[in-house]
């Protein structure tokens, strides 16, 4: 896999979390753990994308 489609393929896992997250926020039934877990993915995957952007521009 070259280094621009597993960028693009982060960056469509990190939209699928966003959408994940947006639902499990207007869901009264959804807890906090399961939304800060959430969180926690779609941060790491943008650091592996911002890791994987910086390299592409050295």
Do not use: C, F, W, Y
Not at 4 to 24: D, F, I, N, P, V
Not at 37 to 53: A, G, I, P, S
């Amino acid at each position: 896999m070259t280094m621009q489609a597993h960028l693009e393929s982060l960056e469509k896992k990190h939209g699928a979390l966003e959408e994940r997250l947006h639902t499990a926020l207007a869901s009264p039934s959804v807890n906090d753990e399961h939304i800060a877990e959430l969180k926690r993915l779609k941060l790491r995957l943008k650091d592996e994308m911002e890791r994987l952007k910086a390299s592409t521009r050295h």
